[in-house]
């Protein structure tokens, strides 16, 4: 995969109670051979993550830290990061092991050539993945189902973690969900702004409750509701069109190559 000079993908981290995990999650994330703006957000943890997460900021591991006073969901985690985001592109990384980061460039390559506005991971094309729960991946087919059937794509991992968007058109959408309905969310809003959307395989290494897993059935339940509200009620997304095009018959892409700048950042 080829990069443009200076290129620098901007990697948002939601954490919350990740204590044994985020150091070894984020060295890896930092073993990647592409310039990269680390955001971590610690979504008022109590288990000692944040000292954790302030100890790799000081060693450069991680280049902006934001630490919510109060739990407030994933959904407000992603938007909190999105928003110091200074790359040309941003993804969604969670704190503990589940996802390869080494999977990031593949994910890269369909923006950085010019092909697509957004990347999805998808953990059920074929590629390892630990074997875990069936109404789990029951509950995934359906919830990927409705989420098709209302906005006409044709994914097979809706609720996958690993989303890559173009910074600008990530920060265009209307992003309001609190918990882990902004996956639903964020897919509605991409479809909305017909986006050019691609899947790529991904490894999965999924964990057990026991092993910390928060995501659970109440969740799963609440995202058939987020999934109907961001494809039917408003707010509404405009097309998007990448810098240096405009509405016509046909697009002409250009990879991206424009530089940017690692910040930090504490915010109480």
């Known amino acids: 995969m080829t990069m443009g000079p200076g290129m620098v993908l901007s990697v948002v981290v939601p954490v919350y109670n990740e204590q044994l995990l985020v150091r ?61 985001a200074t790359g040309e592109v941003v993804v969604i990384h969670d704190a503990d092991l589940e996802y390869d980061p080494s999977d990031l460039p593949s994910l890269l390559a369909p923006i950085a050539d010019g092909r697509a506005d957004a990347v999805f991971g998808s ?74 959307i691609y899947e790529v395989p991904i490894s999965y290494y999924g964990r057990t409750y026991d092993e910390g897993k928060k995501i659970g059935w109440r969740d799963g339940i609440a995202a058939f509701w987020h999934i109907v509200r961001a494809n039917v009620f408003a707010p509404r997304v405009p097309r998007y069109f990448p810098a240096g095009e405009g509405p016509g018959p046909a697009r002409h892409p250009a990879p991206l190559s424009r530089a940017a700048s690692p910040v930090e950042a504490v915010m109480a």
Not at 37 to 53: F, N, P
Not at 57 to 74: F, M, Q, S, Y
Not at 124 to 149: A, E, I, K, Q
Request: charged share 25%.
């Open 24 to 84: 070894a999650s984020l060295e890896r994330l930092r073993t990647l051979p592409l310039p990269l703006q680390v955001i971590c957000v610690d979504d008022a943890s109590t288990d000692g993550s944040r000292a954790v997460l302030e100890e790799l900021r000081a060693e450069g591991i991680v280049d902006v830290l934001v630490c919510h006073p109060k739990n407030r969901g994933k959904g407000c985690a992603v938007r909190a990061g999105i928003e110091h």
């Open 123 to 196: 953990r059920f094309t074929g590629t390892p993945r630990r074997v875990l729960y069936f109404w789990h991946r029951l509950g995934n087919g359906m919830l990927t189902l409705l989420s098709n059937m209302m906005t006409d794509l044709n994914l097979t991992d809706m609720e996958t973690c690993y989303k890559m968007v173009r910074t600008d058109l990530m920060r265009a959408l209307p992003l309001r969900t609190k918990r882990f309905g902004i996956e639903p969310e964020l897919t509605a809003r991409l479809a909305q702004a017909r986006a050019r």
